[in-house]
């Protein structure tokens, strides 16, 4: 209601992941809608799960072209505000967004550590933080089957079994959203990532149409 990017971007993942429901419970018209929102409010996550919903039609049409240039943006915009970390007066000059651009175009999906770029962790939102300190302390415990998102900087944590979506190579991994799964990719993941054996069935069967396909740029 007041416009906190940070906000809108959580309930837009609410939404994807129908949290707190069933998967019948998910809404991804809305999940997009409240991306955009936080996006144009200058969410840099929110811009990148837009960019990656409309590469692959998620809850919006797709549109592969508009999909691509606003990751491009989202690089951009990271790049910008780690300039201003280092030297302020560096990411004021045109050429540095130029050449940025110009960079980002050649491989639109990468992210900035690609490029030779130290890119920390994102700050975890308060309540992500607490959630992920509890459970790991042991004062909080999961429900049986419930996990924490495996990228570092969210700690979301599931409130259904097989909420999150993962990883259809390693299966060992999984993600609230698209953009936690191609942060963690490019972080850590890309070196850890190896084939399993196909998911069994029973009590561990995984519903395989709730898994990330492997990022573009691994193949």
Known sequence: MKLHAPALYSLAVIQFNGSGGSKH???????????ARASLLGHIDALRELGHCLQDGYGVRQNVAEGRRMLVQANVR????V?????PSASDS????????????????ALLSDYGYR??????????RFLREWFESGKGKLEEGLRL??????GRPE????????????????????GCQAMDWKLKHKMECSPTEPYGEGDGA???NNDFAIPNDAV
């Open 25 to 35: 419970d998910k809404d991804l018209r809305a999940g997009v809608a409240l991306s």
């Open 78 to 81: 990271e790049l910008a505000y």
């Open 83 to 87: 300039l201003r970390e280092v030297s």
């Open 94 to 109: 045109p050429m540095v967004t130029w050449r940025t651009a110009m960079t980002c175009q050649r491989e639109v999906t």
């Open 119 to 128: 890119i920390p962790v994102p700050e975890v939102q308060p309540v992500n």
């Open 149 to 154: 998102c495996s990228h570092i900087g969210c």
């Open 159 to 178: 409130t259904r079994p097989h909420e999150f979506r993962r990883c259809s190579v390693c299966g060992k991994v999984n993600y609230c959203s698209r």
């Open 206 to 208: 995984v519903d395989l």
